[in-house]
């Protein structure tokens, strides 16, 4: 499960998250990641999927078309942690390979 980030580490955390804002009144983090198309945004979900699996901790994660809308939040800690900084920062190094 994981500590909650205080509200200074959550702040700290966002210095490093580029495009990441909070959300929820500071119990999650968010990001819309916008690609060239469907298939890439899709090509994402499926390579952060992968990784969430593997740490089980999974994104609330909305698509439409070539936009990719996620919430990062660790539902039994009911806020954030440390396990959604490091997959916030995953998904934006496997973004970064589509450009975004």
Same mark, same amino acid.
Do not use: I, M, Q, S
């Given at each position: 499960m994981g500590d909650l980030l205080s509200d200074e580490a959550r702040r700290a955390a966002l210095v490093e998250?580029?495009?990441?804002?909070?959300?929820?009144?500071? =119990?999650?983090?968010t990001r819309t990641f916008t690609f060239r198309n469907f298939n890439e945004a899709f090509g994402f979900m499926?390579?952060?999927?992968?990784v969430a699996e593997k740490n089980d901790h999974h994104p609330d994660w909305r698509n439409v078309y =070539?936009?990719?809308?996620?919430?990062?939040s660790t539902h039994d800690a009911g806020g954030i942690t440390a396990r959604d900084v490091a997959l916030a920062k995953k998904m934006n190094e496997i973004a970064a390979r589509f450009g975004i």
């Open positions: 998250l580029p495009g990441w804002r909070e959300a929820d009144g500071g =119990k999650a983090f499926t390579r952060a999927a992968l =070539k936009t990719v809308e996620v919430n990062l």
